[in-house]
């Protein structure tokens, strides 16, 4: 079983930069593994944003590339998603996305079987 709890959602001006957290909580250590970012804005379908493998490769969607950074510290089991230069089409509900035994780049819903609760991002003046 995996938890994922988000953290660090908030409202910003545009412009301005936000860190995401998500931590995992888990009883068995995977050696392979996939782990996302995905976002869901209002009326919105979710759509992922952001991917980061086991083994540290990582893919970034064209829509937030140049502002946005995937990271993960994985002594502690967290993954990060650096927010810069923020615009209010950012403005969404966050959800990481967590995969075992499987390293993939690929974000689509269904390669992913546990979800974090989200954290809710608000861009506006």
């Known amino acids: 079983q995996v938890t994922l709890v988000e953290s660090g959602g908030g409202s910003v001006p545009p412009g301005g930069s936000l860190r995401l957290a998500c931590e995992r909580s888990t009883s068995r250590t995977y050696q392979y593994y996939s782990i996302s970012w995905f976002r869901q804005a209002p009326g919105k379908d979710r759509q992922g944003i952001a991917a980061i493998t086991s083994s540290g490769q990582t893919f970034v969607a064209d829509s937030v590339k140049g502002r946005f950074t995937i990271s993960q510290d994985k002594a502690t089991k967290t993954l990060y998603l650096q927010m810069n230069s923020l615009k209010p089409d950012d403005t969404a509900i966050y959800y990481c996305?967590?995969?075992?035994?499987?390293?993939?780049?690929?974000?689509?819903?269904?390669?992913?079987?546990?979800w974090g609760q989200g954290t809710q991002v608000i861009v506006s003046t």
């Open positions: 996305a967590f995969r075992e035994n499987v390293a993939s780049l690929l974000l689509e819903e269904s390669v992913y079987n546990y």
